[in-house]
């Protein structure tokens, strides 16, 4: 096994601070700092950075510090501490970005939709806060619409998951012949295949209704575009791996 390296060991106490506290305070700690949309009542300027720390239960917080200490740590190793945190939370970042950009796709066509039927537009404020709505809207507008539109203002985003896409995109660069062993079937893939497989089923699964549970997809995909273009850029003008040693 591996030696854990000081910014991956610090990301996985973080995550487990924040695990903890979760279960111990409950939703005050997903009010407070899971990624809410920015229109909503709830948001906080912090969330887009905290909501990286917060998970949504035991399996979905070990498979993601699993995936960080397993492809992260090599990462580190080679790039140093300050390169890889950066890498890390601008691929974050890059994945609620793409997130909140569907989200507000979905709640403006909700909202053209409502106010071309003749409500107002604190009529339909109201609705995204409340939910109520005469069901001749319901019918004209569309339940599915209105129910995807809804959950986009009212739920939360949470987890490491699209940063952790973003570091898997990174090993496939870094170490595109390494074999990495799939869960089902039990067979070794190379990184450079197995990554872009990831990443197209979460395109199939974001863009169907297959996809197993409230799953981010798009944040997956916007983590892993954002790792690409930073991995892209780095390769094309030489980066200078000294300018981040402090």
């Given amino acids: 096994m591996r030696n854990i390296t000081d910014t991956v060991k610090h990301l996985l106490i973080i995550n487990v601070i924040f695990f903890i506290a979760s279960l111990s305070l409950g939703e005050l700690v997903y009010d407070l700092f899971a990624l809410h949309y920015p229109s909503n009542d709830k948001f906080q300027y912090w969330q887009p950075l905290t909501h990286m720390f917060m998970h949504g239960d035991l399996g979905h917080i070990f498979f993601n510090m699993f995936g960080l200490y397993m492809f992260g740590t090599p990462i580190e190793q080679m790039w140093g501490k300050n390169k890889f945190i950066f890498f890390y939370l601008s691929t974050g970042f890059g994945a609620a970005a793409l997130q909140l950009l569907l989200y507000n796709y979905q709640i403006n066509n909700?909202?053209?939709?409502?106010?071309?039927?003749?409500?107002?537009?604190?009529?339909?404020?109201?609705?995204?806060k409340s939910g109520d709505l005469s069901f001749s809207y319901i019918n004209s507008v569309g339940r599915d619409n209105l129910i995807s539109a809804l959950s986009a203002f009212n739920g939360v985003m949470v987890g490491a998951s699209g940063a952790l896409y973003g570091?898997?995109?990174?090993?496939?660069?870094?170490?595109?012949?390494?074999?990495?062993?799939?869960?089902?079937?039990?067979?070794?893939?190379?990184?450079?295949?197995?990554?872009?497989i990831l990443i197209l089923s979460d395109l199939?699964?974001?863009?169907?209704?297959?996809?197993?549970?409230?799953?981010?997809?798009f944040a997956h995909?916007?983590?892993?575009?954002?790792?690409?273009?930073?991995?892209?850029?780095?390769?094309?003008?030489?980066?200078?791996n000294n300018r981040w040693d402090l």
């Fill in 204 to 217: 199939f699964f974001g863009f169907t209704s297959y996809s197993i549970g409230p799953i981010a997809h």
């Fill in 167 to 196: 570091v898997l995109v990174a090993f496939a660069f870094l170490f595109p012949d390494a074999r990495l062993m799939l869960l089902f079937p039990p067979i070794p893939v190379k990184a450079k295949y197995l990554v872009p």
């Fill in 110 to 128: 909700i909202y053209s939709s409502l106010i071309s039927e003749g409500l107002t537009q604190n009529d339909v404020k109201s609705f995204f």
């Fill in 221 to 240: 995909v916007g983590g892993a575009i954002t790792g690409l273009l930073m991995m892209w850029y780095w390769k094309k003008n030489q980066f200078d």
